[in-house]
Every structure is written in structure tokens, then in C-alpha cells.
């Protein structure tokens, strides 16, 4: 057995990274339900949304609608996450790293626009504190580990484009 062997697989600190993936879309819906249900109870999004009603906001309903659809698309990519781990799809990496990044840039991003439609909120609540430190610590220690790590690297290699294949298709034609 050659050493790449032995770092070949879901071991080792990916065990950890594995625990991670399959957790971050259990954590999404845990943290989500519980934050739009209430705008859709009596009547709240009818409120925020109606022009002339008492506590009317100005863009409120882009504001929800947009990081709605953001919120779906990362549970999305996180479900998406899952299945490349487990199939050790080569392009587990790359899509890690992207999420990881798109985070630690969405969070700060949506503080701040939402401070534009509720000006009266404090923009480094607790909850944005946390979750902006939970990203950064994510993106820190495992961002780094995608890149270099030998385990990942051998592990991560389903799927994989033939070059073969490339270079046959990219070859000019010998008519």
C-alpha cells in the first residue's frame, strides 16, 4: 500500500469536514423556519408590504424576497455539497471553497442592507456576529485545507474530465 493509498478516502480530518456538510443544511432549516414563519402569521408580510399600512417598509419585500431565494440556493448547494462528499466528486473542493467564500461575503453584505431598510437596527447584532465568525472560522481553517491537503487531493478524484478525451476532441481533424 503507497502512502497515497493510506490518505486515499473519508478519513482523517475529513471525517470532520463530512460531519460539517451534512450538518450546515440541518442548521439552515433549523435557523430559517423558525425566522420566516412568523412574517407570514397575521398578517405581518401584509403589513410590511402594503403601501399606506401603519408600519409599512420601503423594500422590505425585496430585501425578504432576495435573501429568501439566497437562503434556498445555499441549502440547495449545500444538499448539492452532500453528494459530491459522498461520491468523492473531484469537484467537492472547488464547490466547498465557494460556499465558504460566498458566506463570509453574503452575511456582512446583508447586515449592511438591511441596516438601509431598517435604519433604526444595529448592523454587528449578535446573531450576524455569530454567524459571520462561524464563516470566517469555517473558511480559515478549512479553505486552506482543501488546497493542500494530500488527503483531499487523492480523495476527491471521481468524475474527473478524461484528458484523453479532451485532447482527442481539441485534436484537428486529419481530413
Not at 414563519?37 to 399600512?53: C, M, Q, R, Y
Request: hydrophobic share 50%; net charge negative; aromatic share 14%.
Amino acid at each position: 500500500m503507497t502512502d497515497k493509498n493510506k490518505l486515499k478516502g473519508l478519513s482523517g480530518w475529513l471525517i470532520l469536514v463530512g460531519i460539517g456538510v451534512v450538518l450546515n443544511p440541518i442548521r439552515l432549516l433549523f435557523s430559517l423556519i423558525p425566522a420566516y414563519k412568523p412574517i407570514f402569521a397575521d398578517g405581518v408580510w401584509e403589513a410590511l408590504t402594503t403601501p399606506g399600512s401603519a408600519v409599512y417598509t420601503p423594500y422590505f419585500g425585496a430585501l425578504f424576497i432576495g435573501e429568501f431565494i439566497f437562503n434556498t440556493l445555499m441549502f440547495a448547494a449545500c444538499i448539492y455539497l452532500i453528494y459530491l462528499f459522498f461520491s468523492k466528486h473531484y469537484l467537492f473542493p472547488k464547490v466547498f471553497i465557494g460556499i465558504a467564500l460566498v458566506s463570509l461575503i453574503f452575511i456582512p453584505l446583508d447586515a449592511w442592507l438591511v441596516t438601509q431598510v431598517f435604519p433604526q437596527t444595529q448592523i454587528l447584532d449578535p446573531e450576524t456576529v455569530n454567524n459571520f465568525i462561524r464563516a470566517l472560522i469555517v473558511s480559515v481553517i478549512w479553505i486552506p485545507y482543501m488546497l493542500i491537503s494530500e488527503r483531499v487531493r487523492t480523495t476527491f478524484v471521481e468524475h474527473m474530465p478524461d484528458d484523453s478525451l479532451q485532447q482527442i476532441s481539441s485534436a484537428p481533424d486529419s481530413l
